[in-house]
């Protein structure tokens, strides 16, 4: 069996030196959990994001694109500012993405002259170079991994390019393919549904599910927002981009601040299962005492360490039960991650 270099003996895995020195490493994962409402939100997100950027055309690339780069600069600062998922930081900054990425991909479209099939083909590419550095560089893609710096800028610089192919291939089969913004959105709904399918019958993993999924929402999104908001001599009902763009944050707006007071979407603690239970930890600590020896002297299940495999489906429990200083929780959480993800890759090659 191949051994791997301790934790301490190398850079922690997960670890982005550069913003974890201004921001600090987060205590808890920085996603929420997957639940209905995140598909709602998400939804209505691409939705705003797409009508919004094209109301903000109407100000030139100058004034436009620089209130979306404000938006987007903005809603870095929020959400990476945070040690934990915020929902009103997260979805903040998931909609100044949905923004943004739909002004980029325009601009490749309307003013480099970019073909949609082009533009298409480009952010996909993006997109798979995004997941292939991520996976090789951390071993997972799920979003329950989501629990170093480098981990979240791998997740949100994913989400930044399926913004922006979605916009392209929205774009692509409404105009290109001549479906029209209510066929495109049509056919999407289709799509959206072969990830259930295929987890059902095939057994597709979690991972590729999501993933799948979160692609997709967003020319389904894009592509009812268009047809709600364009002249009829566009195939939409001509409500407006304004008026749509209006009407969409403020439901989301609603929505957000529903998730920000009752909280239905924050991920169990490390070292718990997704019921609140504690994980009996396999593996002795320091002192020999296993986790049911432990007893009285276990802390608080917010301060045991666990890890995400998203190969695997399941909580790595080996030392989840250790206890951590809070004052360098973070840290042992991230030695942990590693040592953990190494074991699993030994136990892959095995």
Do not use: C
């Amino acid at each position: 069996m191949r051994r791997h270099p301790s934790a301490g003996s190398r850079e922690v895995r997960g670890r982005h030196p550069a913003i974890s020195s201004l921001f600090g490493e987060p205590v808890a994962a920085k996603v929420p959990e997957i639940i209905f409402l995140f598909w709602v939100i998400k939804i209505l997100t691409t939705a705003g994001g797409e009508v919004t950027s094209d109301y903000l055309k109407t100000f030139g690339n100058i004034g436009g694109g620089g209130i979306e780069v404000g938006l987007f600069v903005i809603g870095m600062v929020l959400q990476f500012g945070t040690r934990r998922y915020r929902a009103v930081a997260y979805w903040f900054l998931a909609y100044a993405i949905a923004i943004f990425g739909t002004g980029v991909a325009d601009f490749l479209h309307l003013d480099v002259g970019i073909p949609y099939s082009g533009t298409t083909v480009l952010w996909a590419v993006v997109l798979a170079a995004i997941f292939w550095l991520w996976d090789r560089n951390e071993g997972t893609l799920s979003i329950h991994s989501i629990t170093t710096r480098r981990r979240e800028v791998y997740y949100w610089a994913t989400v930044f390019a399926t913004f922006a192919l979605g916009t392209a291939l929205g774009d692509f089969t409404a105009t290109a393919l001549s479906l029209g913004y209510l066929g495109s959105g049509i056919l999407f709904g289709v799509v959206i549904l072969i990830p259930a399918l295929a987890r059902w019958q095939f057994g597709l993993n979690e991972v590729g599910t999501f993933w799948f999924a979160y692609v997709v929402t967003r020319p389904l999104g894009a592509s009812f927002a268009d047809y709600v908001s364009k002249p009829h001599s566009l195939s939409g009902v001509n409500f407006g981009n304004g008026q749509t763009a209006v009407a969409s944050t403020l439901i989301v707006a609603v929505l957000v601040l529903y998730l920000a007071i009752a909280r239905p979407d924050i991920q169990p603690p490390l070292g718990t299962s997704r019921d609140g239970k504690r994980l009996e930890a396999a593996a002795t600590d320091e002192t020999g005492a296993t986790g049911s020896e432990r007893g009285s002297q276990r802390p608080t299940p917010n301060r045991y360490i666990g890890g995400w495999s998203a190969r695997r489906g399941r909580l790595l429990a080996s030392e989840s039960l250790r206890p951590v200083d809070p004052r360098s929780d973070h840290e042992a959480s991230a030695r942990f991650i590693d040592s953990a993800e190494s074991a699993r890759v030994d136990e892959d090659r095995n």
